[in-house]
């Protein structure tokens, strides 16, 4: 299943695509954060790269509570199904950022190029653990024919 992940920000999202195998999770973008306009290029985006199914970054606190950039974060996400069609999971973003700056600075990105790889980095790192949870759970892989 092909996934789109989003790493949502205020000002900024990140995205990332994993492949049909559900095996690799990859950097795509980093687009400004401008409302229906972004939303309008995420369907579209949908369409062009035939996502499956789609992961949304949830901002939460150590202790789990919701930050308060969530429900931001929440109808994005909500409309973006509700306009695709496509189903949504919703993953903990708790440091994610923090682990892709750590994996973008040990595989020697320079620190002006890691700022601006760095929120699609981060959708990365959600989608990484979306996938793996899937594996662990023994989710099967809709291979497309």
């Known amino acids: 299943m092909r996934w789109l992940a989003i790493d949502h920000g205020t000002k900024k999202i990140g995205l990332a695509f994993s492949d049909e195998l559900e095996i690799l999770a990859s950097p795509f973008e980093v687009w400004p954060q401008e409302g229906e306009s972004t939303l309008d290029r995420l369907v579209r985006l949908c369409r ?3 996502v499956q199914a789609l992961a949304m970054g949830l901002p939460r606190h150590k202790d789990g509570a919701e930050s308060v950039t969530a429900p931001a974060a929440r109808a994005l996400g909500e409309a973006l ?5 496509l189903p949504l999971r919703f993953v903990n973003e708790h440091l994610s950022s923090a682990e892709a700056e750590r994996l973008l600075r040990e595989r020697g990105v320079k620190p002006q190029k890691r700022k601006a790889m760095l929120d699609a980095a981060a959708a990365a790192v959600i989608l ?3 996938l793996e ?4 759970k023994g989710v099967p892989v809709a291979l497309l024919s």
């Open 48 to 50: 062009e790269e035939g």
């Open 81 to 85: 199904a509700i306009r695709t069609g």
């Open 128 to 130: 990484s653990e979306l």
């Open 133 to 136: 949870d899937r594996r662990a």
